[in-house]
C-alpha cells in the first residue's frame, strides 16, 4: 500500500544558482527510480537559515510531494544522505 509524503530537501547550490534546475530534477528523478510516484516539487527559493551550525548559511529549500511503499523511504534517505548537493533532509 502506497502511503503520501512530503520530503523537504535543502540543497547546497552556493556559488552555483543556476544548477538548481537541473539538481531538482536529478533528484526527482532519484525518486522516481527508487518506486516513488512524485505529485508534486515546490521549489521554495533560497533562505537564510535562523542559525548556522555549519559552513552554510543559506539553502535552497524544495519541497518534494510522492506517495511510495514505506520500505522506500529508508532508501531514499541513505542515498540523500550520500548526496554532496543536499545539505539537509526533513
Do not use: H, W
Not at 522516481?32 to 537559515?49: L, S, T
Not at 534517505?77 to 539537509?88: C, G, I, S, T
Request: overall charge negative; hydrophobic content about 35%; charged content about 35%.
Amino acid at each position: 500500500m502506497k502511503n503520501r509524503y512530503e520530503a523537504l530537501l535543502v540543497l547546497d547550490t552556493q556559488g552555483r544558482d543556476d544548477t538548481v534546475k537541473d539538481v531538482v530534477e536529478r533528484l526527482e528523478a532519484e525518486f522516481k527510480k527508487e518506486g516513488a510516484q512524485v505529485e508534486q516539487v515546490q521549489k521554495m527559493d533560497r533562505r537564510n537559515f535562523t542559525y548556522s551550525a555549519g559552513p552554510l548559511s543559506s539553502g535552497y529549500y524544495v519541497n518534494f510531494i510522492f506517495q511510495s511503499e514505506p520500505a522506500t523511504i529508508d532508501r531514499l534517505r541513505a542515498k540523500f544522505r550520500l548526496d554532496d548537493d543536499v545539505y539537509r533532509q526533513n
